[in-house]
C-alpha cells in the first residue's frame, strides 16, 4: 500500500506560478510510474503529466506541455509539478497518483494507477 499527500495548491493571478508536491510512504519502492491528474467542475479526470520512475522519463499532455515540469527527488520521496504561465483553464483539484500494479494502456488513463492522493485545489484568476 502506498500513501500519497499532496501540497502546494492555492489562488494564483493568471501568468503566475505555483509547485505542487507529492509525499509517498508506505511501499515506496513498489511504484514505478508516478503521475499528476487533474479534475475541473463538470469535467473528467485528465492525466497531464507523468514520469517513468526508473529512467526519469517524462511525457505531458499537450494542453501543459512547456509550461509543466514533472520531477521527483527519490531520496526524499517526493513528487513535483512545477506549473508556469498559468492560465484560467488550469483551475482544477490537482491528484498525484502511483502505479503499482502492471498496466499496458497509455499513461493518461486515471484507470491504470491504483494510489491517489487526496487532491489539492489550484485557482487562477484574471
Known amino acids: 500500500q502506498v500513501q500519497l499527500v499532496e501540497s502546494g495548491g492555492g489562488a494564483v493571478q493568471a501568468g503566475g506560478s505555483l509547485t505542487l508536491s507529492c509525499t509517498v510512504s508506505?511501499?515506496?519502492?513498489?511504484?514505478?510510474?508516478m503521475g499528476w491528474f487533474r479534475q475541473a467542475p463538470g469535467k473528467e479526470r485528465q492525466g497531464i503529466a507523468t514520469?517513468?520512475?526508473?529512467?526519469?522519463?517524462?511525457d505531458y499532455d499537450a494542453s501543459v506541455k512547456g509550461r509543466f515540469t514533472i520531477s521527483q527527488d527519490n531520496a526524499n520521496h517526493t513528487l513535483f509539478l512545477q506549473m508556469n504561465s498559468l492560465n484560467l483553464e488550469d483551475t482544477a483539484v490537482y491528484y498525484c497518483t502511483a502505479r503499482t500494479n502492471f498496466y499496458g494502456g497509455p499513461w493518461w488513463k486515471a484507470e491504470g494507477y491504483n494510489n491517489w492522493g487526496q487532491g489539492t485545489q489550484v485557482t487562477v484568476s484574471s
Open positions: 508506505g511501499h515506496d519502492s513498489s511504484v514505478y510510474r
Open positions: 514520469i517513468y520512475r526508473p529512467t526519469g522519463n517524462t
